[in-house]
């Protein structure tokens, strides 16, 4: 079977080539990362939508809400919003402008907050962002307030002795019964 030749690039004056080349990025470093291994993969999602939105110099102008968020990623309001608390908390992204829904203007439009992704730098500025999710690290474990003895695990071919509560017979509840109406009627 033939296969199809590929269309050719268009190239400009200087020789590079044009089109739509548009594309998210993840670096193999990032994904090595602490802070992208904890992610959830809704915030996994998110993180691609919104690298979908930087074209190289609009970073501090993504403009995602939640409501947008939770319509791509095909879940709630609930949790798209706590998928972006999730990414600032690992210093993915921060808020550059915080936006808010205000029944009280003449267009009753809310903004959307502009976001920054923080691996990039900000605008046309030169150089590189911040990277504050290489800095994150896992918060350390807390100590159980359970006995050492009792979190370990049984040796092989004990079997832990568990206490099983006696139900009482009918006989002694029905006697119990009567008891408690014998004392109402002397109460009466």
Request: contains cysteine; charged residues 25%; glycine residues 8%.
């Amino acid at each position: 079977m033939a296969q199809k030749p590929r269309p050719a690039r268009r190239v400009n004056v200087k020789g590079r080539s044009e089109g739509s080349g548009h594309h998210a990025r993840f670096y193999a470093w990032e994904i090595r990362s602490p802070a992208y291994r904890s992610l959830s993969i809704g915030a996994r999602a998110l993180l691609i939508e919104l690298k979908a939105l930087y074209f190289g110099n609009n970073n501090g102008t993504l403009f995602l809400s939640v409501r947008e968020a939770a319509i791509r990623l095909n879940c709630s309001k609930n949790l798209a919003a706590k998928l972006f608390i999730e990414l600032q908390d690992r210093g993915f992204l921060r808020p550059n402008v915080v936006g808010a829904f205000n029944l009280k203007t003449e267009s009753r439009r809310g903004n959307a907050t502009s976001w920054i992704l923080t691996e990039f730098s900000i605008g046309d500025a030169k150089g590189v962002g911040t990277k504050d999710f290489m800095h994150w690290r896992p918060p350390a474990k807390k100590h159980s307030t359970v006995p050492v003895e009792v979190q370990g695990v049984p040796p092989t071919g004990t079997v832990p002795f568990k206490l099983r509560q006696t139900v009482p017979s009918t006989v002694t509840v029905l006697a119990e019964i009567d008891d408690r109406r014998s004392l109402l009627e002397v109460h009466r």
